[in-house]
Nanobody
Framework: QVRLAESGGGLVQAGGSLRLSCAAS????????LGWFRQPPGKGREFVAT????????SYADSVKGRFIISRDNAKNTLYLQMNSLKPEDTATYYC?????????????????WGQGTQVTVSS
């Protein structure tokens, strides 16, 4: 059974940092594009960042560009999101996702597997 499990969320003050992890099990995702999405309270899910199968290509939402870094360790079948200079508007449930294509995507519909999410709360 394929499973994606996020971890690393929590409560942090504005300006602080957090590192999210997404551990995959049940199959290897070394040939898969991966992504991070988030859902703020009362709002829809939105794109955050994506990465190609090799890690050689990345893309970010404008709202996080320059503050967040997406990376992956294919040997560990794990995806990461380093979040720096956090703002209250970054408060959301963060989800990782994987697709059966080598490229990344900002389109939620392009992903085949989803994690359960981890909560990030940024206080002002």
């Amino acid at each position: 059974q394929v499973r994606l499990a996020e971890s690393g969320g929590g409560l942090v003050q504005a300006g602080g940092s957090l590192r999210l992890s997404c551990a995959a099990s049940g199959r290897t995702f070394s040939n898969s594009g991966l992504g991070w999405f988030r859902q703020p309270p009362g709002k829809g899910r939105e794109f955050v960042a994506t990465i190609t199968y090799s890690g050689g290509g990345t893309s970010y939402a404008d709202s996080v560009k320059g503050r967040f870094i997406i990376s992956r360790d294919n040997a560990k079948n794990t995806l990461y999101l380093q979040m720096n200079s956090l703002k209250p508007e970054d408060t959301a449930t963060y989800y990782c996702a994987a697709r059966n294509q080598w490229s990344g995507s900002s389109d939620m519909g392009a992903y085949d597997y989803w994690g359960q999410g981890t909560q990030v709360t940024v206080s002002s």
